[in-house]
C-alpha cells in the first residue's frame, strides 16, 4: 500500500503543537454517558436513564456515537488526526447508516430525544439549514441523530465541463465532494469534513420519509419510468434539470456536517483572490500584478500563517480545477490562530484536458509557501509516493468506485509539475 507507507513518511509524521484546553472546539464532562434505548428506538439518551456501570475497560467517551466523538476532536490546528482511528467507522456510518429523515431545511422543533449536556454541549443538537445554494443539496438524518450533507449526482465521471461554460454556471459534482476529500487528506491538510459515496433510494430514503412539504411537492416519474425530484434552490431547481434514478436508485456523496452553527459559530471569510462572478468584468487581482502587496497589510493577513494556509487551499484548488473558492470558513472560536475549512468541492474535477493556471494567483503574486508543504509536494512527485497512485488506492474504498476517470488523476501529475515550477520560480527570482 502507497497509501500506509505514506502515512509512516516522516514529514506526515510532524507533530502538532500540545492540545490545550483552551485548543478543543468542545470541552466535555468525562463523566457524561450515553446509550441507546433498550426498546430499540434507536434514541439516544442520558445516563440518567441508561445503565450506571460501563462494561469493564470501556469509558463514557466509548459510548458517544462516532459523530460526535469527530465534533469533540475538532481543535486548534486540525479537524481530525493523521492516524485517526475514527475515520473508516465514519465513512462506513455515512454509507450505510438507516436514513430516518431528509429535507432542505433544518427542523422547526427540537429533536425528541436531545443528547444530554456534556459540559460545552447543549441539550439539543438541531438540523443544520441548507434551503440557500445554487444547486439542491439534502440533510440526511440517521437513527443516532447523526447527519450527513447529500449531493445528489448529476453528471456521469467521463463528461467534462463544456469550454464555453463560465465557471459560476458549472454543476456541482458528487464525485470532486469524495476525491477533494481523499486528497485533501493526501495533502495532509485535513480540512475536509469525511466524504463518502452512497446509493440511494429516492422512494424510501427521500420521497417517503421528508416532512420537507416544499420538497415533496416536486416529485414525479419521467416518461421514461423514473423517479424523479428537483427540489428548491436558486438556480438548478426545475423540471428541467431534475434528478432521476434508475428506476429510483440514485448516486451521492454523503459529507459528515460540523457541529451546528449555534454551537460553534463559524466565521465566513470573503478570498482575497475571488473572482468577478461576471462575464467580462475582472478582479482586481487580476489586474494588479503587485496586488499580494496590499493583502499582506490587511488583516488578518499581516500576520501569522492565514495567508500561507490560504496558499494550501489554492493548490488544492488548482489540483482539482476548482475555480469557485469564493468564501472560506474557521471556526470563530479560535480567532485568526487556526485552520480553513476547506468547505463545498462540488466544483472540482470538471475538466482534465486543461489546466486553469489563474488558481494559482496567490503562489505566484506572494511566491510564498509554508516549507512543510513544498516538501510534501516533492515527496507527491516522486515514483514511490506519485500522487495519482494515492489518490486511486484511497478512491478504491468508496462505494461508488471507481470515483474519477483515469485522465483526471494523470491531470493530478501534471499540475503537481506546475506548482513545483512556479515555487522553483519564487525561488531562483
Not at 245 to 260: C, H, I, N, R
Request: proline share 7%; with cysteine.
Amino acid at each position: 500500500s502507497k497509501l500506509a507507507a505514506l502515512f509512516k513518511h516522516p514529514l506526515y509524521n510532524i507533530p502538532i503543537p500540545e492540545v490545550t484546553e483552551k485548543d478543543k472546539l468542545f470541552v466535555v464532562n468525562p463523566m457524561e454517558k450515553f446509550s441507546l434505548r433498550s426498546s430499540g428506538s434507536d434514541e439516544w439518551v442520558s445516563s440518567s436513564k441508561a445503565e450506571t456501570l460501563l462494561p469493564t475497560g470501556k469509558t463514557a467517551y466509548d459510548t458517544y456515537p462516532t459523530w460526535l466523538k469527530f465534533h469533540v476532536g475538532i481543535n486548534r490546528y486540525e479537524l481530525y488526526p493523521r492516524q485517526d482511528p475514527l475515520l473508516p467507522t465514519l465513512l462506513r456510518d455515512l454509507a450505510t447508516q438507516r436514513i430516518v429523515s431528509s429535507g432542505t431545511t433544518s427542523l422547526s422543533t427540537p429533536l425528541p430525544h436531545c443528547l444530554p449536556p456534556a459540559s460545552l454541549i447543549p441539550v439539543c443538537l438541531l438540523s443544520v439549514q441548507k434551503s440557500g445554494g445554487t444547486q439542491l443539496k439534502l440533510i440526511m438524518t440517521f437513527p443516532n441523530y447523526g447527519q450527513a450533507l447529500f449531493k445528489p449526482m448529476k453528471q456521469t465521471r467521463d463528461q467534462e465541463t463544456p469550454i464555453d461554460f463560465f465557471y459560476f454556471s458549472d454543476f456541482e459534482r458528487h464525485n470532486a465532494e469524495i476525491a477533494a476529500f481523499h486528497l485533501d487528506r493526501i495533502l495532509d491538510f485535513r480540512r475536509i469534513p469525511p466524504v463518502s459515496g452512497r446509493l440511494v433510494n429516492i422512494t424510501k430514503e427521500i420521497r417517503d420519509i421528508t416532512t420537507d412539504k416544499k420538497l415533496a411537492k416536486t416529485f414525479f416519474i419521467s416518461p421514461a419510468g423514473n423517479i424523479c425530484f428537483y427540489g428548491e434552490c436558486s438556480y438548478y431547481c426545475s423540471t428541467e434539470h431534475a434528478l432521476c434514478g434508475k428506476p429510483d436508485q440514485l448516486e451521492g456523496s454523503m459529507a459528515a456536517l460540523l457541529p451546528d452553527k449555534t454551537l460553534a459559530k463559524r466565521r465566513s471569510w470573503r478570498s482575497p483572490w475571488r473572482r468577478s462572478y461576471h462575464k467580462s468584468k475582472k478582479a482586481e487581482w487580476e489586474l494588479n500584478p503587485n496586488y499580494c502587496a496590499q493583502v499582506r497589510e490587511t488583516p488578518p493577513y499581516n500576520r501569522g500563517h492565514r495567508l500561507l494556509d490560504l496558499i494550501d487551499m489554492t493548490i488544492l484548488d488548482f489540483l482539482m480545477g476548482n475555480m469557485d473558492r469564493h468564501h472560506y470558513e474557521t471556526f470563530e472560536k479560535f480567532g485568526n490562530d487556526t485552520f480553513l475549512l476547506h468547505l463545498d468541492n462540488g466544483r472540482g474535477f470538471g475538466t482534465h484536458s486543461r489546466d486553469e493556471l489563474s488558481i494559482l494567483a496567490p503562489l505566484q503574486q506572494c511566491c510564498s509557501i509554508k516549507k512543510s508543504t513544498y516538501l510534501r509536494l516533492q515527496l507527491l512527485a516522486t515514483q514511490p509516493y506519485r500522487l495519482s497512485d494515492l489518490l486511486r488506492e484511497a478512491l478504491a474504498t468508496d462505494p461508488l468506485s471507481p470515483i474519477l476517470a483515469e485522465p483526471h488523476l494523470r491531470a493530478l501529475d501534471r499540475r503537481l509539475g506546475k506548482v513545483l515550477v512556479v515555487v522553483g520560480h519564487c525561488l531562483a527570482g
